[in-house]
């Protein structure tokens, strides 16, 4: 089993910064991709940023050119450095990994981590 941890969330005003990190348990060998999801009251969750084993990243529309994702294989860390926060990015920031194992055939196990509270004031 992998746990996931989040850590960096917070209060922050309207056009800064904050840091997430994602560190996991362990990390078996192979492909795999880590990333960062997101939920606001109301809303359905949705992907934020993505980064494979490769290094391979996407971006949601809404932060491309604001977010970054990285992450410190080393570590088995994942990043997420958020700028320019709006009210908008208001919402509770979940961790993902998909870990694609084999077992006499190839499938993807997913795990989540317990999510942090990011706030953007006005």
């Known amino acids: 089993q992998v746990q996931l941890v989040e850590s960096g969330g917070g209060l922050v005003q309207a056009g800064g910064s904050l840091r997430l990190s994602c560190a996991a348990s362990?990390?078996?060998?192979?492909?795999?991709?880590m990333g960062w999801y997101r939920q606001a009251p109301g809303k359905q969750r949705e992907v934020v940023a993505t980064i494979t084993s490769s290094g391979n990243t996407t971006y949601a529309d809404s932060v491309k050119d604001r977010f970054t994702i990285s992450r410190d294989n080393a570590k088995n860390t994942v990043y997420l450095q958020m700028n320019s926060l709006n009210t908008e990015d208001t919402a509770v920031y979940y961790c993902r990994l998909d870990q694609r194992q084999y077992n006499g055939y190839y499938y993807t196990k997913t795990y989540w981590g317990q999510g942090t509270q990011v706030t953007v004031s006005s």
């Open positions: 362990r990390i078996m060998s192979g492909i795999n991709t």
